[in-house]
């Protein structure tokens, strides 16, 4: 189940000569893309997911529901309902069941959202994946899933590897969670909920959660899926959910860009003092990535949504940034490695469950920065950063996209950037590092 990094390929970050100005398409969406997925396959009837992330994390999300039995029948197609063109899947839901083994790599949304799918099934389903998804958090949903009614065989971590012994359907009722290490345990409850017995009502007890526009991406999809859902933002009680059991419908979802992935493109604008468009940015949205427009604003640009989409200026000042990054902690790395180059002090708080990520990118971003001549350290919640002039070296990737990619906004304002496992960057945006090359290459390069 292991992949083997290429741990020692260096990748020379290219250094930005002059101020970009591209125009950078970005792929959709990993948290809509495999919600999309979950969601069609539980449905009572064939679906579409139209404009899905080609990635390993969506891969590993198909290949583990096709080996659960879901149809999923990858076309380009021509026309839609709303007259969109593109890749799309049809996606044929099947009696789930076993025996079958799920490869979850290093995809939280994988190694949370398919347990609950898992005991639908009929048969057993066993979970493994990258070393890395040994360490990261489980207990919490396996915990609730046997108090919901199912059975599970795990080493007693609370962790990966383990078993779901699937009994074909699952009761269901009142659980309590403590998800203040991720709001993929709520999701991961919340999503398959409409086919249990008695649907779901959970309750989050503990410390404060993290993530909240991702639930509501989980609350929305659900409800466009016909289910029907009760939160705290519709007047229900504070951190509890509810889902009543009931037929999802077989939807057409189109996948929005991925608003985290246009992180870097924005911070290059950003840095040097460039334009860059992002097409297709939702006027509405629950990708956490939108808090962007706010935060790279703040740390010295602009930006604007326009027929083209959303064109982000920058003035080549960089301000640092006090900001609580609670609900929106995958952006944390592209703002750190902003934040390094800036002309101020950085506080970035409220971000302690980032431990639990891919790899730990408190230590990791503080170990690289500082490798690079950096001032950073580690606070109880984040990382409080002091801009020092940075020398080139090697930027650790630890398996992590979001390090890569971080990696790469630094080089382009530091000569002598390498990249550790760039290819480290296809859990959710394959392409990265050419679309890095054709966003310098300017508006007349394959980026534009
Ligand atoms: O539900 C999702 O799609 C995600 C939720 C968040 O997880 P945490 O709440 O564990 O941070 C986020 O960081 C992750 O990238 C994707
Ligand atoms: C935390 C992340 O991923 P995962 O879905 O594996 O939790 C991320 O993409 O930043």
Known sequence: MTDTPALHDLWPAPFAEAAVHATVTVPGSKSVTNRALVLAALAAEPGWVRRPLRSRD???????????????EETV??????????????????ALHGPATVDVGNAGTVMRFLPPVATLADGDIRFDGDPRSYERPLGQVITALRALGARIDDDGRGALPMTVQGGGALEGGTVEIDASNSSQFVSALLLSAPRFNQGVEVRHVGGRLPSMPHIRMTVDMLRAAGAQVDTPEAGGEKDVWRVAPGALLGRDMVVEPDLS??????????????????????????????ALREIFTAMGGSCELTEAGLVFTGTGKI?????????????TPGIAAVAALADSESVLRGVAHLRLHETDRLAALTAEINGLGGDVTETEDGLRIRPRKLHGGVFHTYDDHRMATAGAVIGLAVPGVEIENVATTAKTLPDFPKMWTDMLAGPTGAGA
């Open 77 to 94: 197609s021509s026309s839609s309902a709303d007259g969109d063109s593109g890749e799309a899947w049809r996606i044929i839901p099947a």
């Open 58 to 72: 969506s891969q590993l999300m198909s290949d583990a529901l096709r080996a659960l039995g879901v149809g999923i």
């Open 261 to 290: 992935n246009a992180q870097p493109f924005m911070a290059a604008a950003l840095i040097t003092g460039g334009t860059v468009t992002i097409p297709d940015w939702p006027l509405r949205t629950t990708q956490p990535g939108d």
């Open 319 to 331: 301000h640092g940034i006090d900001v609580d990054l609670s609900e929106v902690g995958e952006l």
